[in-house]
T-cell receptor, first 115, second 113 residues
Framework: GAGVSQSPSNKVTEKGKDVELRCDPISGHTALYWYRQRLGQGLEFLIYFQGNSAPDKSGLPSDRFSAERTGESVSTLTIQRTQQEDSAVYLC?????????????FGPGTRLTVT | GDSVTQMEGPVTLSEEAFLTINCTYTATGYPSLFWYVQYPGEGLQLLLKATKADDKGSNKGFEATYRKETTSFHLEKGSVQVSDSAVYFCALTSTSGTYKYIFGTGTRLKVLA
């Protein structure tokens, strides 16, 4: 079946503008994760959704970042008043149950460039 | 908190050489351990995993053993190929709060023909 998809694949925006990134997880996967990958660095956890539970927002770097998920489907990551340090690849992943042994399936990412 | 330390790259090897990429972790509980690979121009994909101590994960000739006593999960391959050139990430599932991944910084491998 289809994997995790993300849109747009690339986004160039001016400093101070808002951006919205979209993730479509694998159908049936209850858990959804957002990560950020800065150039030359590892992946940094941002936020986690699991079913109807309250999301784990502990990785969001500032209140300019927010995310929503509609049921067990699409998720949107919003960055308000973008800054140059927000430039990175934003990766979405989903897993079947969100438990420790689950494999996470990653999307291709959205490359965000803030000019 | 939980963390993963991975050897610095890049690693450059000749084809058929032996590969080791070191990974050690710090965790308060009993995490699951993973190696993910990112081939050029592609997304992250699972290479192998181990979910408890002494488990060995293996795939595509790669192996890693979950060593609780040394808190390590080193990736090995006996004979690398040019097609193995990629960035390799060691990760664990957090043992506190939600099961998010904690990733290492990645190790770039380049295999020369």
């Amino acid at each position: 079946g289809a994997g995790v998809s993300q849109s747009p694949s690339n986004k160039v925006t001016e400093k101070g503008k808002d951006v919205e990134l979209r993730c479509d997880p694998i159908s049936g996967h209850t858990a959804l994760y957002w990560y950020r990958q800065r150039l030359g660095q590892g992946l940094e956890f941002l936020i986690y959704f699991q079913g109807n539970s309250a999301p784990d927002k502990s990785g969001l770097p500032s209140d300019r970042f927010s995310a929503e998920r509609t049921g067990e489907s699409v998720s949107t990551l919003t960055i308000q008043r973008t800054q140059q340090e927000d430039s990175a690849v934003y990766l979405c992943a989903s897993s079947l149950y969100g438990i420790s042994i689950d494999e996470q399936y990653f999307g291709p990412g959205t490359r965000l460039t803030v000019t | 908190g939980d963390s993963v330390t991975q050897m610095e790259g890049p690693v450059t090897l000749s084809e058929e050489a032996f590969l080791t990429i070191n990974c050690t972790y710090t965790a308060t509980g009993y995490p699951s351990l993973f190696w993910y690979v990112q081939y050029p121009g592609e997304g992250l994909q699972l290479l192998l995993k181990a979910t408890k101590a002494d488990d060995k994960g293996s795939n595509k000739g790669f192996e890693a053993t979950y060593r609780k006593e040394t808190t390590s999960f080193h990736l090995e391959k006996g004979s690398v190929q040019v097609s193995d050139s990629a960035v390799y990430f060691c990760a664990l599932t957090s043992t506190s709060g939600t099961y998010k991944y904690i990733f290492g910084t990645g190790t770039r491998l380049k295999v020369l023909a």
